[in-house]
């Protein structure tokens, strides 16, 4: 047997040579076969296993080496390896610490010394910015000691877990699927997946993530709090739907926004929550604070097209049509339909219309007067801003009455006409010519003349 597993040995060993790891670790096996009292194939075995990156049967070779021989210094050397690749500093730091005392001339762990010595101060640092949710800075860091220990599933674990928070859940989600291959019941790696079901507003899936968490690990604290969150979420989530269905627009307000202080890294639950809050907001006619909320959710989510055209409406019923059109612009960049050109449309015609003097304002008259209340506010108006009434006035303020009575008069020469009100009322420019030549001072004479009486003679005192 022995002369057999020798041979069986031997070939392994040209196969390693070689680099055909699979071939050497099938000979390698059968040797310990026919003698599992050899710490040198278990030794061999290690190795190969190493080669192949598979760290825990490696050690767990290196470990039966060492059982049949306590004194094999390769086999401290490789648990030293693998311990360091499998993230275990203590495991690393003892094998070191045995090998120096089996050898106190060695140095074929120096290397693996200050890799574990940098690889404690890295923790320390995660731990630190962990604590302070710095979770960028973790991920960073993260990657610094995956370099040194490869094969950390912990480690692998703890930078999705931080992917997650910071919204990278896609990338999160690789790390948690490649390590439940490896293990499909490690807790930790099903509760990363519950909580990128959280992070993407998949509430009710990962409840179910978080309790087959704890049914493998009942003491798993961090799912005990990630379900409680889920359920509340989703409960205040509902509630605040319902009330908004139903009409209860202020209590729906509470509910939103007592359910935006749960989490305030979940961006796609939050910025769900303020687009329903905006839209409560514009059911209660709170434009301003509907504005501010769906600028929120742009700022979480630039891509969120129905908080876009939500703004714009609202920035069109403010009257502030700029804003209105940007918006708009904005929307089509996302999504080219005919109801969005049709609306940047609109808003690109009250923009314009907007600029225009506003006559109903300078007579001080609603759109809807009559004819009779045009010509008396017309009246009022003119009278108040003659500039025979301001003559004693300084030449500053002469100039400025002046002017007010100009459009006063420009005013009621286009609303006084019905074919110029009705293009005025439905936004058609009105020809500059039309208005190039008015002479309000003859306005005024025509109008108290008519008033008066057409052959009466016009004296009018201030």
Same mark, same amino acid.
């Given at each position: 047997?022995?002369?057999?597993?020798?041979?069986?040995?031997?070939?392994?060993?040209?196969?390693?040579?070689?680099?055909?790891?699979?071939?050497?670790?099938?000979?390698?096996?059968?040797?310990?076969?026919?003698?599992?009292?050899?710490?040198?194939?278990?030794?061999?075995?290690?190795?190969?296993?190493?080669?192949?990156?598979?760290?825990?049967?490696?050690?767990?070779?290196?470990?039966?080496?060492?059982?049949?021989?306590?004194?094999?210094?390769?086999?401290?050397?490789?648990?030293?390896?693998?311990?360091?690749?499998?993230?275990?500093?203590?495991?690393?730091?003892?094998?070191?610490?045995?090998?120096?005392?089996?050898?106190?001339?060695?140095?074929?762990?120096?290397?693996?010394?200050?890799?574990?010595?940098?690889?404690?101060?890295?923790?320390?640092?995660?731990?630190?910015?962990?604590?302070?949710?710095?979770?960028?800075?973790?991920?960073?860091?993260?990657?610094?000691?995956?370099?040194?220990?490869?094969?950390?599933?912990?480690?692998?674990?703890?930078?999705?877990?931080?992917?997650?928070?910071?919204?990278?859940?896609?990338?999160?989600?690789?790390?948690?699927?490649?390590?439940?291959?490896?293990?499909?019941?490690?807790?930790?790696?099903?509760?990363?997946?519950?909580?990128?079901?959280?992070?993407?507003?998949?509430?009710?899936?990962?409840?179910?993530?978080?309790?087959?968490?704890?049914?493998?690990?009942?003491?798993?604290?961090?799912?005990?709090?990630?379900?409680?969150?889920?359920?509340?979420?989703?409960?205040?989530?509902?509630?605040?739907?319902?009330?908004?269905?139903?009409?209860?627009?202020?209590?729906?307000?509470?509910?939103?926004?007592?359910?935006?202080?749960?989490?305030?890294?979940?961006?796609?639950?939050?910025?769900?929550?303020?687009?329903?809050?905006?839209?409560?907001?514009?059911?209660?006619?709170?434009?301003? =604070? +509907? @504005? &501010? $909320?769906?600028?929120?959710? %742009?700022? !979480?989510?630039?891509?969120?097209?129905?908080?876009? /055209? #939500? *703004?714009?409406?609202?920035?069109?019923?403010?009257?502030?049509?700029? =804003? +209105? @059109? &940007? $918006?708009?612009?904005?929307? %089509?960049? !996302?999504?080219?339909?005919?109801?969005?050109?049709? /609306? #940047? *449309?609109?808003?690109?015609?009250?923009?314009?219309?907007?600029?225009?003097?506003?006559?109903?304002?300078?007579?001080?008259?609603?759109?809807?007067?009559?004819?009779?209340?045009?010509?008396?506010?017309? *009246?009022?108006?003119?009278?108040?801003?003659?500039?025979?009434?301001?003559?004693?006035?300084?030449?500053?303020?002469?100039?400025?009455?002046?002017?007010?009575?100009?459009?006063?008069?420009?005013?009621?020469?286009?609303?006084?006409?019905?074919?110029?009100?009705?293009?005025?009322?439905?936004?058609?420019?009105?020809?500059?010519?039309?208005?190039?030549?008015?002479?309000?001072?003859?306005?005024?004479?025509?109008?108290?003349?008519?008033?008066?009486?057409?052959?009466?003679?016009?004296?009018?005192?201030?």
């Amino acid at each position: 047997m022995f002369y057999i597993a020798e041979e069986k040995k031997k070939l392994g060993n040209d196969q390693y040579k070689a680099q055909n790891y699979q071939n050497a670790l099938k000979l390698y096996t059968d040797a310990i076969s026919l003698c599992p009292d050899s710490a040198a194939y278990y030794g061999n075995r290690a190795a190969c296993y190493m080669m192949l990156l598979n760290y825990n049967s490696a050690l767990t070779d290196a470990r039966n080496a060492i059982r049949i021989d306590p004194s094999f210094e390769k086999a401290y050397v490789r648990v030293a390896k693998c311990c360091l690749a499998l993230g275990d500093i203590i495991g690393t730091e003892q094998a070191v610490k045995t090998v120096a005392e089996l050898n106190a001339q060695s140095t074929a762990l120096s290397a693996e010394q200050r890799a574990a010595q940098k690889l404690r101060l890295l923790e320390t640092t995660v731990q630190t910015n962990y604590d302070s949710k710095s979770y960028r800075n973790v991920v960073y860091y993260l990657d610094g000691a995956l370099k040194i220990a490869p094969a950390s599933i912990r480690y692998r674990l703890l930078k999705a877990e931080c992917l997650a928070y910071l919204g990278r859940c896609d990338e999160a989600l690789d790390i948690a699927v490649g390590v439940m291959k490896l293990d499909s019941t490690s807790a930790d790696a099903i509760y990363v997946r519950g909580l990128c079901l959280y992070y993407t507003d998949n509430l009710e899936k990962g409840i179910l993530h978080f309790e087959r968490a704890l049914t493998l690990d009942p003491d798993h604290h961090k799912s005990k709090q990630m379900r409680s969150k889920c359920k509340q979420l989703k409960e205040m989530k509902e509630n605040g739907n319902m009330l908004f269905k139903s009409g209860r627009y202020r209590e729906a307000h509470v509910i939103y926004t007592d359910a935006l202080k749960i989490d305030e890294q979940n961006k796609d639950i939050n910025s769900k929550l303020l687009y329903n809050r905006a839209l409560v907001n514009t059911r209660i006619g709170a434009l301003r =604070e +509907a @504005v &501010a $909320d769906c600028s929120r959710v %742009l700022e !979480l989510n630039a891509q969120y097209l129905k908080a876009l /055209l #939500l *703004r714009a409406r609202c920035h069109n019923d403010l009257e502030k049509f700029e =804003e +209105a @059109v &940007a $918006d708009y612009e904005t929307a %089509l960049n !996302l999504e080219k339909t005919t109801e969005i050109k049709r /609306l #940047l *449309r609109d808003a690109k015609f009250a923009l314009k219309k907007s600029k225009r003097k506003d006559y109903y304002k300078i007579l001080g008259v609603g759109r809807n007067s009559s004819e009779d209340e045009i010509k008396k506010a017309y *009246r009022k108006k003119a009278l108040v801003h003659h500039p025979d009434r301001h003559a004693n006035s300084s030449a500053e303020e002469r100039k400025e009455e002046e002017l007010k009575f100009k459009e006063v008069g420009e005013a009621y020469a286009i609303l006084s006409d019905a074919r110029k009100k009705a293009r005025y009322d439905s936004g058609q420019d009105i020809e500059e010519q039309e208005q190039a030549d008015f002479d309000p001072n003859q306005m005024f004479r025509s109008f108290f003349q008519y008033q008066n009486g057409r052959n009466a003679s016009f004296n009018f005192e201030f």
